[in-house]
């Protein structure tokens, strides 16, 4: 399994911006797909976004899509969410996840992902 750990989350202002980065150690990074998903408070996990083991393919949530850009550096072994134009909704703990699945798209669900990160929580006041 690939060990994984997010940082940048924080209390940001409704229409700004925050990046978050998920570091990765143990297997092979490039093994995997990787994806950020979230959870608000009383809701379920949610797929935010999902890029390929290059980084030529992306999937984005139907929410996020046009504000948020995932993408990956497989030499420094790190994934990243930029998170723009946010809204309280987008309030939630974010999570860093790994598949190994190679039928990655926008209906990817938490299960499909078989390693998980801590999660750092997002907070976006209005």
């Known amino acids: 399994q690939v060990q994984l750990v997010e940082s940048g989350g924080g209390l940001v202002q409704a229409g700004g911006s925050l990046r978050l980065s998920c570091a990765a150690s143990g297997r092979t990074f490039s093994s995997y797909a990787m994806g950020w998903l979230r959870q608000a408070p009383g809701k379920e996990r949610e797929f935010v976004a999902v890029?390929?083991?290059?980084?030529?393919?992306?999937y984005y949530g139907d929410s996020v899509k046009g504000r948020f850009t995932i993408s990956r550096d497989n030499a420094k072994n790190t994934v990243y969410l930029q998170m723009n134009s946010l809204k309280p909704e987008d309030t939630a703990v974010y999570y860093c996840?790994?598949?190994?699945?190679?039928?990655?798209?926008?209906?990817?669900?938490?299960?499909?992902?078989?390693?998980w990160g801590q999660g750092t929580q997002v907070t976006v006041s209005s």
């Open positions: 890029i390929s083991r290059s980084g030529f393919t992306t």
């Open positions: 996840a790994a598949t190994t699945s190679y039928s990655i798209s926008h209906y990817l669900k938490p299960a499909d992902f078989g390693s």
